[in-house]
């Protein structure tokens, strides 16, 4: 798929990964001053939710796999799924009447995440 243009990823990662956004998240709704503790779980759901729904969107690209053999078809994919679950996200940040800075800072923990796995390539 995108291990050409990739390093192959470790299952170990992608849970560090993931646990590490949920983290940064929760450390941006404190700095937020979002004192409503249910507020914060909600949001965190719904960020967990998001994450899941890309996951899923993504098992038709593995199942591809053994079909196509374009690392660039697959890239432009995962583009997509990476756009719609952006666009889902500012959906529910504001749904739940939240500072567009929590999309913000989700944007720029996925750019901190991707320099760190490219950087690992090196």
């Given at each position: 798929?995108?291990?050409?243009?990739?390093?192959?990823?470790?299952?170990n990662?992608?849970?560090?990964?993931?646990g590490?956004?949920?983290?940064?998240?929760?450390?941006?709704?404190?700095?937020?001053?979002?004192?409503?503790?249910?507020?914060?779980?909600?949001?965190?759901?719904?960020?967990?939710t998001?994450?899941?729904?890309?996951?899923?969107?993504?098992?038709?690209?593995?199942?591809?796999?053994?079909?196509?053999?374009?690392?660039?078809?697959?890239?432009?994919?995962?583009?997509?799924?990476?756009?719609?679950?952006?666009?889902?996200?500012?959906?529910?940040?504001?749904?739940?009447?939240?500072?567009?800075?929590?999309?913000?800072?989700?944007?720029?923990?996925?750019?901190?995440?991707?320099?760190?796995?490219?950087?690992?390539?090196?």
């Open positions: 798929m995108l291990i050409p243009l990739l390093i192959k990823p470790h299952l990662q992608e849970f560090i990964i993931c590490a956004q949920l983290a940064f998240q929760f450390v941006v709704l404190l700095g937020l001053d979002i004192d409503s503790y249910k507020t914060q779980l909600n949001y965190l759901g719904h960020l967990m998001v994450s899941l729904i890309g996951a899923l969107l993504l098992i038709p690209a593995i199942l591809l796999n053994h079909f196509i053999n374009s690392p660039y078809f697959f890239l432009s994919y995962f583009m997509l799924v990476v756009g719609f679950m952006l666009a889902e996200h500012m959906r529910r940040v504001k749904l739940l009447k939240l500072p567009k800075l929590l999309t913000v800072a989700w944007v720029l923990y996925r750019l901190i995440a991707l320099c760190v796995i490219l950087y690992q390539s090196l």
